[in-house]
Nanobody, 116 residues
Framework: QVQLVESGGGLVQPGGSLRLSCAAS????????MGWYRQAPGKQRELVAD???????NYADSVKGRFTISRVNAKNTVYLQMNSLKPEDTAVYYC??????????WGQGTQVTVSS
């Protein structure tokens, strides 16, 4: 089992920035990939960005150039730096981990609201 705890969400004006953090605990030695997903009201959950143990990153087209995912393996922590935020970025953001067997775990989610 892996437990994921997110922090850093909140309310921000368009054009602003937020940094999300996700700390993993439990059977973290099995983790091969960590990432961030988001789900807006009435929409399906979608991948925002993910990162492998080897620091290989992948981004949704909608966030490329604005968001940066990073990971400190020694701390089992993944971050999402979000810049130039837009109202359409408003969603609940979920941290995700995947182990070498393909088993995934989810955090409880953190709300990000972009509004003036």
């Amino acid at each position: 089992q892996v437990q994921l705890v997110e922090s850093g969400g909140g309310l921000v004006q368009p054009g602003g920035s937020l940094r999300l953090s996700c700390a993993a605990s439990g059977s973290t030695f099995n983790i091969v990939n960590m990432g961030w997903y988001r789900q807006a009201p009435g929409k399906q959950r979608e991948l925002v960005a993910d990162i492998t143990n080897g620091q290989r990153t992948n981004y949704a087209d909608s966030v490329k150039g604005r968001f940066t995912i990073s990971r400190v393996n020694a701390k089992n922590t993944v971050y999402l730096q979000m810049n130039s935020l837009k109202p359409e970025d408003t969603a609940v953001y979920y941290c995700n981990s995947r182990n070498f067997l393909g088993t995934t775990f989810w955090g409880q989610g953190t709300q990000v609201t972009v509004s003036s």
